[in-house]
């Protein structure tokens, strides 16, 4: 059995080790997040990202997750796996059609 990245091997060291010492700005030099930043680089968010960020999500149930939480809990959740089927050929099949438009 091997452990470890082979990468890391090839590389002199793991990621990590490499990352901790590694800096991307001059020596007294702060990041600066505001100027210099093209275009291409900037972020927008849709309305729905911001709502979920804000936390006003209107899709969530904070009670059935409670109530989810403790079927589980109990051990009395039950898994229909015929809907769980039904909903990833759904989403398959909607991921195909997008990437066919």
């Given at each position: 059995?091997?452990?470890?990245?082979?990468?890391?091997?090839?590389?002199?060291?793991?990621?990590?080790?490499?990352?901790?010492?590694?800096?991307?700005?001059?020596?007294?030099?702060?990041?600066?997040?505001?100027?210099?930043?093209?275009?291409?680089?900037?972020?927008?968010?849709?309305?729905?990202?911001?709502?979920?960020?804000?936390?006003?999500?209107?899709?969530?149930?904070?009670?059935?997750?409670?109530k989810?939480?403790?079927?589980?809990?109990?051990?009395?959740?039950?898994?229909?796996a015929?809907?769980?089927?039904?909903?990833?050929?759904?989403?398959?099949?909607?991921?195909?059609?997008?990437?066919?438009?």
């Open positions: 059995m091997k452990i470890g990245n082979p990468i890391d091997k090839a590389l002199g060291g793991s990621a990590s080790q490499r990352a901790e010492g590694a800096s991307t700005t001059a020596p007294g030099k702060t990041k600066s997040l505001d100027g210099g930043v093209s275009q291409s680089a900037k972020v927008s968010l849709s309305p729905m990202a911001s709502s979920l960020i804000s936390g006003m999500d209107p899709d969530f149930d904070a009670d059935k997750v409670d989810v939480k403790q079927s589980i809990d109990n051990g009395t959740y039950q898994v229909d015929e809907v769980i089927a039904d909903k990833l050929i759904a989403n398959a099949q909607e991921l195909l059609k997008r990437s066919s438009n």
